[in-house]
């Protein structure tokens, strides 16, 4: 496959591509960060709190098949070794055992934050190479993680 195969210009979308598998880096570390804060959940929030780091692990593993079947769609091979995700990251692991609850929420919403930035990055990047596909879903997953960062940071009782 190659992207003039679904009419883009392969020079135009290689930083689409290299922005994505960055991004499929941090949505690595992210996804078992969220696995970590569902494990280690204890205290009086264990219940809301379990169930929700449970949906949001569920929806980014969805969420790194997207971005990896993108990465083929656009004709290269997605990354595949933690080795690299850990490399490439800018969202860095954390020990889940024994984290306060709010601690963990702060956790998410940094990681949260840096996605946005990443995805927000990807919408410019999709923009100037044509490719509408990307920028579609990469729009879709912002908007879940800014409608997830108001909940935590309203169940966590911050502006």
Same mark, same amino acid.
């Given at each position: 496959?190659?992207?003039?195969?679904?009419?883009?210009?392969?020079?135009? #979308?290689?930083?689409?591509? %290299?922005?994505?598998?960055?991004?499929?880096?941090?949505?690595?570390?992210?996804?078992?960060?969220? @696995?970590?804060?569902?494990?280690?959940?204890?205290?009086?929030?264990?219940?809301?709190?379990? #169930?929700?780091?449970?949906?949001?692990?569920?929806?980014?593993?969805?969420?790194?098949?997207?971005?990896?079947?993108?990465?083929?769609?656009?004709?290269?091979?997605?990354?595949?070794?933690?080795?690299?995700?850990? !490399?490439?990251?800018?969202?860095?692991?954390?020990?889940?055992?024994?984290?306060?609850?709010?601690?963990? #929420?702060?956790?998410?919403?940094?990681?949260?934050?840096?996605?946005?930035?990443?995805? @927000?990055?990807?919408?410019?990047?999709?923009?100037?190479?044509?490719?509408?596909?990307?920028? %579609?879903? #990469?729009? @879709?997953?912002?908007?879940? !993680?800014?409608?997830?960062?108001?909940?935590? @940071?309203?169940?966590?009782?911050?502006?």
């Amino acid at each position: 496959m190659d992207a003039k195969e679904i009419s883009l210009n392969e020079k135009e #979308v290689k930083p689409v591509v %290299d922005l994505l598998n960055d991004y499929l880096a941090n949505y690595h570390i992210h996804y078992q960060k969220l @696995r970590g804060c569902h494990w280690n959940i204890k205290g009086q929030n264990f219940f809301t709190l379990h #169930v929700k780091f449970e949906e949001l692990y569920t929806n980014a593993q969805l969420t790194i098949d997207e971005i990896a079947e993108r990465v083929l769609t656009l004709g290269k091979a997605p990354h595949s070794r933690f080795a690299d995700y850990i !490399k490439e990251s800018k969202i860095k692991e954390i020990d889940t055992i024994g984290l306060k609850d709010l601690d963990m #929420v702060d956790a998410i919403l940094d990681d949260m934050a840096n996605l946005i930035e990443l995805e @927000r990055e990807l919408l410019e990047a999709t923009d100037e190479a044509g490719d509408d596909g990307s920028n %579609d879903m #990469v729009n @879709r997953f912002m908007q879940f !993680k800014e409608k997830n960062t108001w909940m935590l @940071r309203s169940f966590a009782g911050k502006k």
